[in-house]
């Protein structure tokens, strides 16, 4: 399965975070209003997968090859990359030794056809290496490198060489380092129209950008002051802008984004306008005309007189695997041809591939009479989509599937949140634009409530059902509201708290009571958790089911009770009374060296800017932390840090739930689909063993359950055999496999009663009010009293 690159926090896939609006009372759902059949005239774009491969010697043996940038340039693919061989014991004592014949920096060109043109090493000065590679309107080829004195570090000079066709040396800059600038921050470069060399860095945002003459004369630095800047230079009529946004936008899932126009003579930057529908500023690419974006939906262009981005194409019009989307960036040459550059990070970013994407725009739809079904959804998994392209190749089916990942697709205004999801996806089902199958939206009961989606145990127990034999079926009741079963879960996580059993003596099913109990039992200078807000350890300590407080059949919530009370409590009593409190996070590390196969481990150096809850487990200064576990790798690492090996409990409440599911991938069934036996039959081959062997998380299938955590517990041992041979570093641990675990896992997941059913709008209100009675200015009864009213009016106005 292929990693999304996102830079970013990890989502939880299903959480709603909606408040929906006054809709059902307006109208009865309208009919399906979707476009049902193909025609030859629909847009279509034939498409070419070509795999780039940095040039390696074959008749050595590769200790070390990374690809640093890859980009479009013109007519041609730059590749920059450097490869280290093995050295031979006996080569040392030979005269002809050279070291250059064992490491390689340089820059391979591609044509557009994925071909090999030529291959550019690079030759450096002791202490030198590529930085950057771009080409000029000549068609050369402009090469950023760095030499620095390993006696004097701080002494580095930059490189710029332009070479044309035939490899020949054409021109050799040394540009002027501005003294307020860090030199080893500029490693990316871009020649302007007009012949200007612009400096600016690929990932450090808040770096200056410094621009020059042709040759190589400082003429003034772009700074950003409190903003990030996330693009290359562009122009638009005559003048030259960036996109800026804030600086934390790596840690933020809808940053907003600015068009800032850039004085040419001093480089000051005047604030503009807000650029709307980009979620992910790292997907931008900057082309002759203007600014492109690619998701996994499509390919938008910035408008400028409506300042959002636009389709420009969807990839449905396509046949490309779309598995190789998540980290794509694209170079449209004109309306018929584009191309784009995909990054494939493997299943254990051990293996990066990279692949040119050439799309040109077919005579006609090659797909024309076929019907569509569509599929909508959140966060939509890559194994899925390696079923969609499986799906839609085989001849014998009639029907094309068209998928939307509603997690890119912005509101009205053309922004992103998380709120819009649900909202867009809401007024999709009610007005008639709905999809066939909705995945990855178990929690969101106001949908099962309003008549929108099908009950899908007859399906499961029908003719062509499932043997649930077979399943977790436990896992199926837990997700049910009133004997129905609106999200089937295709795959599950599950969340508690891992707790140390050497300080907390408890059972899974713990309440408050215990937890009091065992707090009380701590030695001076440990702590309960790591150190949260309030309204941190309040969303935790009220766990991910929300049904105890939220009837959504009866629309009426029951926040205003003695067990919201005692979670008020609890909270104000375990929360951090400091003012500002570091975040706490898990600090894992994942070496880029093959033999780790991705395997993540324990990074033990502290951070100064937050708290390392692994490091507060491994320490024993800290007897427990919530966890939320999506794989057997996932439980190895949370368990092991903690000496002698932690337990997972469930999340303490009044009535002891014990721990919860947390069923992020579902399919659900469309009331108003017209397909809905072929959409069983869709979702029902998600079941089969080896489509749950391949999706990832904790498989609902018993036998791709078991081979999944077979294989993870072989993983694990070899990397800590590994580990072992090669341990260096105090700073970055391991553990050994445990052989029980799979069981141990197993029998965790067979005792699970309960899933996740939360609400976001009204957990929101729920920290709006509470704050009151953590900072005692007012009572918990008055607080939960508010709570209840507003949170009444979010329920009943769906």
């Known amino acids: 399965m292929r990693k999304r690159k996102t830079g970013r926090k990890i989502m939880a896939l299903a959480l709603c975070f909606s408040m929906v609006p006054a809709f059902t009372s307006c109208g009865k759902k309208k009919k399906d209003t979707k476009k049902r059949q193909i025609e030859e005239t629909d847009p279509f774009f034939e498409t070419e997968v070509y795999q780039l491969k940095p040039p390696v010697d074959e008749t050595k043996t590769i200790t070390y090859c990374s690809v640093s940038h890859v980009e479009c340039a013109g007519n041609a693919i730059l590749m920059q990359y450097s490869i280290s061989y093995e050295i031979p014991s006996d080569a040392y004592s030979r005269e002809d030794f050279s070291f ?186 900057t082309g002759e005309d203007g600014l492109y974006m690619t998701t996994p939906n499509g390919i938008r262009k ?30 449209p040459k004109n309306e018929n041809e584009i191309h784009a550059i995909a990054t494939d990070y493997g299943s254990d970013f051990s293996d990066t591939k990279y692949y040119l994407i050439s799309l040109r725009r077919a005579d006609k739809n090659p797909h024309a009479g076929k019907k569509i079904i569509y599929i909508g959804g959140k966060w939509i998994a ?114 508690g708290f ?80 400091e003012e500002n409190v570091k975040e706490a996070h898990w600090v894992l590390s994942v070496p880029g060296d ?37 794989s057997f790798q996932d439980y190895h690492i949370f368990s092991s840090v903690i000496p002698e090996g932690g337990k997972l409990l469930g999340y303490p409440t009044s009535s002891g739930k014990g721990v919860i599911a947390l069923p992020y991938s579902s399919a659900s069934i469309v009331s108003s689909s017209g397909f ?17 062997i391949e999706a990832g998380m904790l498989p609902m299938n018993r036998a791709a359950f078991e081979k999944n955590g077979k294989e993870d517990l072989e993983k694990i041992g070899r990397v800590y055999d590994a580990f072992l041979k090669e341990k260096q570093s105090s700073d970055f641990t391991y553990f050994p496999a445990d052989p029980g675990m799979v069981d141990e896992i197993k029998g965790i997941v067979e005792e699970i009663k309960y899933s996740m059913h939360r609400d976001e709008a009204v957990l929101e209100i729920i920290k709006e009010e509470t704050g009151g009675y953590f900072y005692d200015t007012r009572s918990a009864q008055e607080v939960l009293k508010n709570v209840d009213n507003r949170a009444r009016q979010v329920v009943q106005e769906r």
């Open 498 to 577: 891992m707790v140390n059993p050497e300080l907390i003596k408890a059972e899974r099913n713990w309440t408050f009571d215990d937890l009091d109990q065992a707090a009380a039992s701590l030695a001076e200078g440990v702590r309960l958790v790591p150190k949260m807000k309030c309204e941190e350890l309040l969303e935790a300590f009220m766990g991910p089911d929300y049904t105890d407080y939220m009837d959504y059949d009866k629309n009426e919530v029951h926040f205003a009770s003695p067990e919201m009370e005692r979670v008020l409590e609890e909270t104000k009593k375990y929360a951090a009374k």
């Open 100 to 285: 250059s014949d064992y490491y390689k920096e340089g820059t391979a060109v591609f044509d557009l056809s994925g071909n090999l043109v030529s291959d550019k090493p690079q030759a450096f000065a002791e202490g030198g290496s590529m930085e950057g590679v771009t080409s000029d309107s000549e068609g050369n080829l402009v090469m950023l490198s760095s030499e620095y004195d390993f006696d004097d570090p701080e002494n580095v000079r930059l490189r710029i060489t332009f070479q044309n066709s035939s490899g020949e040396t054409v021109k050799e800059i040394i540009p002027e380092i501005p003294k307020d600038v860090d030199a080893y921050s500029l490693n990316r470069i871009s020649i302007l129209s007009d012949g200007k060399i612009v400096l600016q860095s690929y990932f450090g945002a808040t770096s200056p950008v410094c621009v020059y003459d042709k040759d190589g004369k400082h003429l003034f630095t772009v700074t950003a002051m409190d903003r990030a800047i996330v693009s290359g230079l562009f122009s638009k009529n005559g003048k030259y802008y960036v996109l800026t946004t804030t600086p934390e936008f790596f840690f933020e899932d809808a940053p907003e984004i600015r068009l800032d126009e850039i004085d040419m003579t001093s480089g000051a930057l005047k604030p503009g306008e807000k650029v709307k529908g980009i979620r992910d500023p790292l997907s931008i690419t």
């Open 594 to 630: 093959a033999k780790y196969e991705g395997l993540k481990g324990l990074d033990k150096e502290p951070v100064q800017e937050y708290e390392n809850i692994g490091l507060l487990l491994y320490t024993q200064s800290c007897a427990m932390s919530e966890v939320q576990i999506d």
């Open 676 to 692: 809905k036996d072929e959409a069983w039959e869709i979702i029902k081959s998600l079941y089969s063993e080896d489509a749950q």
């Open 382 to 495: 890559d194994s899925f989509y390696d079923y969609v392209n499986r799906y839609n190749a085989d001849p014998k089916n009639d029907l094309r599937i068209e998928t939307t990942d509603y997690f890119y697709l912005e509101n009205e205004d053309g922004q992103y949140s998380d709120a819009a999801v649900v909202n867009n996806v809401y007024f999709e089902l009610m007005g008639g634009n709905a999809p066939d199958i909705l995945l990855n939206f178990a929690g969101c009961d106001q949908f099962a409530t309003a008549g929108l989606l099908e009950d899908m145990n007859p399906y499961i127990d029908g003719k062509n059902g499932l043997d649930r034999s077979k399943y977790f079926d436990n896992i199926f009741r837990s997700m049910e509201s009133n004997g129905k079963l609106y999200f089937a879960p295709l795959r599950f996580a599950i969340g």
């Open 302 to 331: 910035y408008n400028p007189d409506s300042a959002k981005m636009e389709e420009v194409l969807d990839w449905n019009q396509t046949d490309i695997d779309r598995g190789l989307l998540y980290s794509a960036q694209s170079f």
